[in-house]
């Protein structure tokens, strides 16, 4: 059964990766169908304690609490999805692990994109045309990517629980 939860709970996240890359904004209805499912799923076979699985959803929790304060900063939808996906299968404290790895892979990222643009600008110098170079000002990373780098991580590896 576990597999089957696992082959769900990936497809799902990997279609939202796809969508919020595309839209940056993702369908709130998979992951409340997700939440639903493995719940339903461990009343017959249970995998973790019912506490710590409740201990992931108030951590999803404390994310929308958090999008809320910050007026969207942190996007509403990677909140539910750790509300109603991560938390439920993970568990509070593997949640929090994948929201760390996710940082961290976001931050790296980050890193990378920034120096190939200021990379790029220089190379171009200050009296050509540099329409064709993005603006790092602004720019938006769409986070459910790294969410999935963070819960394959931890699924994979378990590194930091």
């Known amino acids: 059964m576990e597999i089957i939860n696992t082959a769900v709970f990936f497809s799902i996240l990997i279609l939202l990766t796809i969508e919020d890359i595309r ?3 993702i369908m ?3 992951p409340l169908l997700f939440c639903a499912y493995i719940f339903v799923v461990h ?3 249970p995998t973790l304690e019912i506490s710590e699985m409740l201990l992931g959803v108030v951590f999803g929790g404390i994310m929308m ?3 809320f304060l ?3 900063r942190i996007g509403m939808g990677d909140a539910v999805i750790y509300t109603c996906m991560i938390g439920p299968l993970f568990g509070g404290l593997k949640a929090l692990a994948v929201l760390f790895t996710a940082s961290l892979s976001s931050a790296v990222f980050s890193c ?3 120096l190939r643009v200021k990379r790029r600008q220089k190379a ?3 009296g050509e045309d540099i329409s064709g170079i993005p603006s790092i000002r602004g720019t938006e990373l769409p986070f459910v990517p790294f969410t999935l780098i963070g819960a394959t991580v931890e699924f994979v590896g378990g590194f930091f629980t």
């Open 23 to 25: 839209e940056k904004k």
């Open 28 to 30: 709130i209805i998979p």
């Open 43 to 45: 009343i017959f076979s």
């Open 65 to 67: 609490a958090v999008s």
């Open 70 to 72: 910050s007026k969207g």
């Open 112 to 114: 990378i994109y920034i």
């Open 124 to 126: 171009v110098g200050a």
